[in-house]
């Protein structure tokens, strides 16, 4: 379907706009994140929502005017005081009064030929801007505004405050602003009636306008009416894109598995343990979503250590004994190879053929494994998402297991269903994720919570100390070394370079080597893979002791010998990243131990967040805290992967809309999949304001 005519003028490019040349076009289509070699265009301008307010509705007279408020007055200009030639340091002033008393207005630099013209002797005008007092006389600096009489329509007696960036000004972005509003068509309603109605909304035309022209401070507040419709369609536009997108994933192509589940109880006999609670109602899902006939899209949400493989496993031994393969994609080299070891000894036992399929692989032994997966010979291969996404050839693939993947966007899931394949889809997170950001990133997903640990595991031991420590950490750990313990450390993140991470965990491995030659593994981004692994895999057999890293370890590295932790600049990590890197240890019966090493002069707020990871494991109230203290877009690392970031929304005051907009989008989609008639066509022209082109060519014909 084409985009709605209506919406034609708000589609074109800013430089339509009066005053708006090349050169501010060119900052605008930077600032607005305008695809590349496109301009910007007038609804980017309507979704750059104002930061705060400025009131100049207050007009107390010149003699009640009170130093430090904005104020506006009407005044009559009397005498320019030009400084004296060559005096820079003396500002222009002009003396001016209204019924009530005197007021200074002063210009440091004054242009003497513009203020003249703008400010003429004897001439009445409103000047808007920050009282302030200089010698017992009330003046101000470089009015904000001064109109003609006949003119005061035009200054905005609320003045909406707009993030700026080099080279737009205020006045700027406050013009092209209102000529877009100008150009605003009304809408067709898409928000649900009595959603409207209960709320007291006004339309979406009306919002803009609030938002952007706001008569009183209250029509433009974060948490007033306009604001919150607005998140709202926000919110409604991405969660029916997820609604859209799931009906795209399990639309009725599907195959109804059929098992009886007797290799998956081999598979369990042949477990060392029995399963959580939690592990067997994950299973009990996902045994009912492959004997649909819809397609399975399902979120395995799973703290740290709760035990995730078991259940991919299991999931493909049922996928094998219905007859199809399966595909478990782990984020590295390092967790592949480790996934593959880990269940090639239970796969053997019970007859599943497995096989690992990397990117180091010589030639000739890829092909042969990619020629025995186009066979059927092979039940299961273990591989990276990177490796998937280059053509392997399945002789039937039933089921994807996409692991310890937070940033597995829509884009992705799509892809995998793209290839009009009939696979059913398991995500894994890596660490528990918030309930709105579930919403938001995973709105097209069902979801399993696997909140329970296995049984036996040991508290782990959280201490926060100082780098000054330093000396001290290094001759306790040279003890329990005796003891046979082992240690992974991981070294600081430096946000800005690999290179600096990788030098600095090249440092730590020099020192730590020094006091325990031999017994120091060193694994770090910038090797090559086979290097990686060839350490991991010494590490793991118990050939080293210390395992100095940097956040490469930080997903799914699992040796269960291991039982400290020590994390250098502690403070430098997310929450979630700590929990994910504590969650390295304690996985055996042994007591474990986590050290956080902070820099000097912690602030406060770094203080409690090391204190959050001291006082709880529960990986799903450390995500809740998580995202309070960072926002959503660090917390998934979402700002590179081009997941959405919300322009209007403000989680702190809009999170209930989403909820609210979960919901209707899936009752929209559940009534109305095809979205046509009246009702259909104002939800796409929503789709459209809201730019989410992916959406739009999938939703279902008619
Ligand atoms: P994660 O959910 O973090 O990916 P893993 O799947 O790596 O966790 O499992 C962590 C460890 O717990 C592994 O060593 C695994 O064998 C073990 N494990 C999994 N389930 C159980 C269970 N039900 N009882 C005991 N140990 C378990
Ligand atoms: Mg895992």
């Known amino acids: 379907m084409a985009r709605p005519q209506q919406l034609t003028p708000l589609f074109a490019s800013v430089k339509k706009l009066k005053g708006i040349g090349p050169q501010l076009a060119q900052t605008m289509a930077r600032f607005f994140g305008a695809p590349e070699g496109q301009d910007a265009i007038l609804l980017d301008l309507l979704m750059h929502m104002p930061a705060g307010l400025v009131d100049r509705r207050h007009q107390p007279g010149a003699a009640f005017a009170q130093p430090?408020?904005?104020?506006?007055?009407?005044?009559?200009?009397?005498?320019?005081?030009?400084?004296?030639?060559?005096?820079?340091?003396?500002?222009?002033?002009?003396?001016?009064?209204?019924?009530?008393?005197?007021?200074?207005?002063?210009?440091?630099?004054?242009?003497?030929a513009w203020l003249e013209k703008t400010l003429p002797e004897g001439e009445q005008r409103y000047v808007s801007g920050m009282v302030t007092a200089f010698q017992g006389q009330k003046q101000i600096n470089h009015p904000d505004f001064?109109?003609?009489?006949?003119?005061?329509?035009?200054?905005?007696?609320?003045?909406?405050?707009?993030?700026?960036?080099?080279?737009?000004?205020?006045?700027?972005?406050?013009?092209?602003?209102?000529?877009?509003?100008?150009?605003?068509?009304?809408?067709?309603?898409?928000?649900?009636?009595?959603?409207?109605?209960?709320?007291?909304?006004?339309?979406?035309?009306?919002?803009?306008?609030?938002?952007?022209?706001?008569?009183?401070?209250?029509?433009?507040?974060?948490?007033?009416?306009?604001?919150?419709?607005?998140?709202?369609?926000?919110?409604?536009?991405?969660?029916?894109?997820?609604?859209i997108v799931r009906s795209t994933l399990t639309r009725e192509t599907g195959i109804a598995r059929e098992f009886s589940g007797a290799l998956a109880e081999k598979v369990r006999g042949a477990l060392p343990f029995s399963l959580t609670p939690g592990q067997e109602s994950a299973l009990t899902d996902i045994y009912a979503d492959l004997r649909q006939k819809r397609k399975m899209a399902r979120l395995i949400q799973g703290d740290v250590g709760a035990g995730k493989t078991v259940v991919a496993l299991l999931a493909m031994a049922a996928m094998a004994e219905s007859g199809a393969q399966s595909a478990l994609m782990a984020p590295t080299e390092i967790l592949a190879t480790q996934h593959f070891h880990s269940i090639s000894a239970i796969c053997d036992q019970v007859g599943l053929k497995v096989a690992l399929l990397t990117g180091k692989m010589p030639q000739g032994e890829r092909r042969a494994i990619q020629a025995k997966i186009a066979d059927g010979e092979i039940d299961i291969v273990v591989g990276t998402h990177a490796l998937f996404q280059s053509s392997i050839e399945f002789q039937q693939l039933g089921l994807t297991v996409v692991d310890e993947q937070h940033r597995f966007?829509?884009?992705?899931?799509?892809?995998?269903?793209?290839?009009?394949?009939?696979?059913?889809?398991?995500?894994?997170?890596?660490?528990?994720?918030?309930?709105?950001?579930?919403?938001?990133?995973?709105?097209?997903?069902?979801?399993?919570?696997?909140?329970?640990?296995?049984?036996?595991?040991?508290?782990?031991?959280?201490?926060?100390?100082?780098?000054?420590?330093?000396?001290?950490?290094?001759?306790?750990?040279?003890?329990r070394m005796h003891e046979g313990v082992q240690a992974f450390w991981v070294c600081p993140l430096v946000e800005e370079s690999e290179h600096l991470n990788a030098t600095s965990a090249e440092d730590r491995f020099k020192a730590l080597n020094q006091a325990f030659p031999g017994r120091v593994g060193l694994v770090h981004g910038r090797m090559a893979a086979a290097?990686?692994?060839?350490?991991?895999?010494?590490?793991?057999?118990?050939?080293?002791?210390?395992?100095?890293?940097?956040?490469?370890?930080?997903v799914g590295v699992d040796v269960p010998n291991a039982s400290i932790m020590i994390i250098e600049h502690a403070e430098r990590f997310g929450l979630s990243q700590l929990h994910q890197l504590r969650g390295r240890v304690g996985r055996g019966s042994k007591k474990s131990a986590c050290l956080l090493l902070h820099g000097e002069n912690l602030s406060e707020i770094a203080q409690k967040r090391l204190e959050t990871i001291k006082e709880t494991?529960?990986?799903?109230?450390?995500?809740?805290?998580?995202?309070?203290?960072?926002?959503?877009?660090?917390?998934?690392?979402?700002?590179?992967?081009?997941?959405?970031?919300?322009?209007?929304?403000?989680?702190?005051?809009?999170?209930?809309?989403?909820?609210?907009?979960?919901?209707?989008?899936?009752?929209?989609?559940?009534?109305?999949?095809?979205?046509?008639?009246?009702?259909?066509?104002?939800?796409?022209?929503?789709?459209?304001?809201?730019?989410?082109?992916?959406?739009?060519?999938?939703?279902?014909?008619?």
């Open 68 to 112: 430090g408020a904005i104020s506006t007055f009407l005044l009559t200009i009397d005498q320019h005081r030009a400084p004296p030639r060559g005096n820079k340091r003396v500002p222009y002033r002009i003396i001016a009064h209204d019924d009530t008393g005197e007021m200074m207005l002063t210009y440091f630099a004054g242009r003497a």
């Open 531 to 554: 290097d990686k692994q060839a350490v991991m895999e010494q590490f793991a057999a118990g050939e080293l002791q210390i395992l100095v890293a940097t956040t490469v370890i930080e």
């Open 146 to 243: 001064v109109v003609k009489p006949d003119q005061f329509d035009e200054m905005p007696l609320v003045e909406p405050i707009y993030p700026l960036t080099q080279g737009l000004s205020a006045k700027k972005i406050q013009g092209a602003v209102r000529d877009a509003l100008a150009q605003m068509p009304e809408m067709p309603e898409w928000v649900p009636e009595n959603r409207l109605t209960l709320n007291g909304w006004p339309s979406f035309a009306d919002a803009m306008r609030q938002t952007h022209m706001p008569g009183t401070p209250g029509e433009a507040a974060l948490d007033g009416a306009a604001r919150a419709r607005l998140a709202y369609d926000e919110y409604l536009a991405g969660q029916l894109t997820l609604q």
């Open 617 to 702: 494991e529960d990986g799903f109230k450390i995500a809740e805290r998580d995202l309070e203290l960072r926002g959503e877009g660090d917390l998934l690392g979402t700002r590179q992967s081009g997941m959405p970031g919300y322009r209007i929304a403000i989680p702190e005051f809009h999170r209930d809309f989403l909820d609210m907009a979960h919901e209707d989008a899936a009752n929209i989609i559940e009534s109305n999949p095809g979205l046509t008639g009246p009702k259909g066509d104002a939800v796409r022209t929503l789709l459209y304001l809201f730019r989410k082109d992916l959406a739009i060519p999938l939703i279902k014909a008619g």
């Open 409 to 479: 966007g829509v884009h992705q899931r799509l892809a995998l269903s793209d290839k009009g394949r009939k696979t059913e889809l398991l995500v894994m997170t890596a660490t528990p994720i918030p309930r709105t950001l579930v919403l938001t990133h995973f709105g097209d997903m069902d979801v399993s919570l696997l909140t329970d640990k296995p049984k036996g595991r040991q508290p782990i031991d959280t201490a926060i100390l100082s780098e000054k420590d330093y000396d001290r950490v290094v001759a306790r750990l040279g003890q």
